[in-house]
Each structure stands twice: as structure tokens, then as C-alpha cells.
């Protein structure tokens, strides 16, 4: 399984808005896709999983993906989270 680690920038963390639109960029992967932060894991795919996480702005995330398309995930749901929630 790969995963890559990153530290959440936005402003209010996790709430609705990003946590939706980092659910639409995970459905659109094949692969397995999950995401840990404070212990926690949720499917990247399931926006009530996202939002119980809980992540708040300097919390570190680390996503997880298995299929296929693990690589391309990983790397665009990076991008999604280091560049385009930054608020």
C-alpha cells in the first residue's frame, strides 16, 4: 500500500466544502483510497468518514491508497490538499 503524508493548510481545516471536493477527486480512482489523521482513518470516499476525522489546520494527514490507480491518486489528492485548499 502507498501513502504520503501531508500537513493540512487550510484555514478551517476539513470541513464541508473541501472535505466534499476532496471526496469527488477520490471517486474518480479505482483504487482503495483512506485517510489517517490523530489515529483516526475514514474512506476517502465517504464524506461523513472525512468530516469525523476531525482535522483541523497543522494536522498532519497521511493518505493511503491500494488499486490500480494508487499512484495518480496519491499524487493528485496531494496536489488537491497542498494547492487548492489553502485558504
Same mark, same amino acid.
Given at each position: 500500500m502507498n501513502s504520503v503524508k501531508?500537513? !493540512? +493548510? +487550510?484555514?478551517?481545516? $476539513?470541513?464541508t466544502r473541501p472535505a466534499s471536493l $476532496? *471526496?469527488?477527486n477520490a471517486l474518480q480512482f479505482k483504487s482503495h483510497i483512506s485517510i489517517r489523521c490523530k489515529n483516526r482513518? /475514514? +474512506?476517502?470516499?465517504?464524506?461523513?468518514?472525512? !468530516? /469525523?476525522l476531525g482535522a483541523q489546520k497543522g494536522d498532519e494527514?497521511?493518505?493511503f491508497a491500494e488499486g490500480p490507480d494508487a499512484s495518480?491518486? $496519491?499524487? /493528485? !489528492?496531494?496536489? !488537491? *490538499?497542498?494547492?487548492?485548499? *489553502?485558504e
Open positions: 501531508i500537513t !493540512l +493548510n +487550510n484555514s478551517g481545516g $476539513l470541513h $476532496l *471526496v469527488k482513518e /475514514a +474512506n476517502a470516499k465517504r464524506i461523513l468518514g472525512i !468530516l /469525523a494527514l497521511e493518505i495518480l491518486a $496519491l499524487d /493528485a !489528492l496531494r496536489k !488537491l *490538499v497542498e494547492y487548492e485548499m *489553502v
